[in-house]
């Protein structure tokens, strides 16, 4: 039977099965593609595109993202069909590199981990408000304490949604497919319909816009800082590796799970993207609009109330996106704790009765919030302060997500030929799609710390906070914490991933979990 070669290897991994394997391939599809989010990614950031290359940004940024975006996900595909296991990159890294790189890439993912669920959820109480400033004018301020308390709200109702089961969250995620699907042919299909006027196709696919501050020859720059928008929605789909104890079939499901939501999204996201761009009908209101820059394309386009349904759409897939976000984020957590990575490891492994790691659920949310509560003290949310707090955001997770994909893809190369494939294999293909992936990401991991916009005003040429960027001080305050406490503790006592124990304690470890066991003495609540 499936459960039981699923049980077998994940025993041989040095785990016992404590997650409910209760999840089908679809499902574990459905999570990627879910956080990946198209909804999401793709309009909360169309202000980024907009603004930092114009029409072209959306036409020919996004499909050269997904190439390679493809490239990458090959490259984790196969390491994800050799080690199907919650730990993911983390014990990826550790097993062909040893406790350092699992160390380096397990606290990257968990930091991209915590950046994304933020980066989805803030955007979603942006959109959120939206909705809800045109629902009831004036009962919800599109300002920045008005879209943190719903942030706030947002994150709180995807924890506690976690913490019931696998079985909610599975379901919810299946759905969520179908919403997606579904939602962005609706959108297109009214974007393409209704309006009266629609931009020229010359427009679209030759118009270039530079509202970063940049000077005019810097354009090529600028066109390529507006590559943030498809980069960013491209992440998160390390949640198919995540959830793998989780699945049936892991070992070939995890590996699809990875490869089919970029493609699915690759191809429903370029249509969206196309969609919302042709449908613009004041190209100058809408990169005015700042963060807002899709509402106002709705409303202009569809009219008050027809926006109304489109940013329900767009809203709920948003919600469905950082449901899953906070489930893979958990699970990642989950696994780096029962490996004593983390600090309070103890407490973050623990389930509860339902077999979810609770703690990790809450620890998730919690720290999500911290990530974006900058954005609080900003005066305004559109292209000033509030619109850099949240860019930084993206980039932090865009920059710590996929350092953390590619260390294990460079350490797979480095081993060449000696890696035993799981069921699901590049064959030779492997060292081009590596190195291909190694340079994407080392290229993208440099542009995305880089200033967003000129130092100063036109007035003022001095240091001005409106313009900068503190996603390197994130990303690298947090690689002198994790990597001194390396250096100064952990290389002393981290060993890696622990084994659980042998066949037979790992036996008598999952009889716990059996109906009618009495609750575990350790390790659960």
């Not at 290897?9 to 956080?35: C, K, P, V, W």
């Not at 030759?206 to 600028?222: D, E, L, P, T, Y």
């Not at 890696?419 to 190694?438: D, P, T």
Request: charged share 10%.
């Amino acid at each position: 039977m499936s459960v039981d070669k699923d049980r077998s290897t994940l025993h041989a991994l040095g785990y016992a099965q404590e997650l409910s394997r209760r999840m089908s391939g679809f499902s574990n599809f459905a999570i990627s593609f879910t956080i990946i989010s198209i909804l999401s990614g793709t309009l909360t950031l169309y202000a980024t595109g907009i603004n930092y290359g114009g029409p072209i940004e959306e036409a020919y940024g996004w499909p050269l993202v997904s190439v390679f975006v493809i490239i990458v996900g090959l490259g984790m595909a196969e390491i994800a069909s050799k080690y199907p296991t919650a730990g993911g990159l983390y014990y990826w890294a550790s097993k062909m590199g040893g406790p350092a790189w699992g160390w380096f890439t397990g606290w990257f993912n968990l930091i991209g981990q915590i950046a994304i669920t933020a980066g989805i959820d803030y955007g979603a109480a942006i959109f959120a408000d939206a909705l809800l400033n045109l629902l009831w004018p004036g009962t919800f301020p599109a300002t920045p304490h008005a879209i943190i308390a719903i942030y706030a709200a947002i994150l709180f109702i995807h924890a506690v949604m976690n913490i019931f089961s696998v079985r909610l969250v599975a379901f919810l995620n299946d759905v969520s497919v179908w919403w997606h699907v579904f939602g962005v042919l609706i959108i297109v299909g009214f974007l393409v319909f209704k309006p009266t006027h629609h931009q020229s196709f010359s427009t679209v696919f030759g118009h270039a816009i530079n509202n970063s501050g940049f000077a005019h020859h810097w354009m090529w720059f600028v066109l390529l800082l507006g590559l943030l928008q498809a980069q960013y929605t491209y992440t998160g789909y390390d949640a198919s590796a995540h959830m793998s104890e989780e699945t049936r079939d892991a070992s070939r499901s995890a590996a699809r799970g990875v490869i089919n939501s970029i493609i699915v999204s690759a191809i429903f996201g370029y249509i969206l993207a196309l969609g919302v761009t042709f449908a613009i009908q004041s190209i100058t209101k809408t990169t005015g609009a700042g963060i807002f820059a899709v509402k106002q394309v709705y409303t202009d386009a569809l009219g008050t109330h027809t926006a109304e349904v489109m940013l329900f759409i767009t809203v709920m897939a948003q919600l469905y996106c950082g449901m899953s976000s906070i489930t893979s984020a958990s699970r990642m957590m989950y696994a780096f704790s029962r490996d004593g990575a983390t600090p309070g490891h103890q407490l973050w492994r623990r389930l509860n009765t339902q077999r979810v790691p609770v703690y990790s659920v809450w620890a998730i949310a919690v720290l999500a919030f911290l990530c974006a509560f900058p954005a609080y003290f900003s005066k305004a949310i559109g292209v000033g302060a509030g619109y850099v707090a949240y860019a930084a955001v993206t980039s932090i997770a865009t920059i710590g997500l996929y350092i953390a994909y590619a260390l294990p893809i460079w350490l797979r190369l480095r081993q060449g030929d000696a890696f035993e494939a799981g069921e699901w294999s590049l064959g030779r293909h492997y060292k081009w799609i590596g190195w291909v992936a190694v340079i994407w990401v080392a290229f993208i991991s440099i542009l995305f710390i880089l200033p967003v916009a000129p130092s100063g005003t036109p007035g003022n040429k001095g240091f001005t906070w409106l313009s900068f960027n503190y996603a390197p001080i994130a990303v690298g305050g947090a690689l002198v914490l994790f990597g001194g406490w390396w250096f100064i503790s952990a290389k002393r006592w981290f060993k890696g991933p622990i084994s659980q124990g042998t066949p037979e304690e790992l036996a008598r470890i999952e009889q716990q979990y059996e109906p009618g066991s009495p609750a575990p003495a350790t390790g659960s609540v």
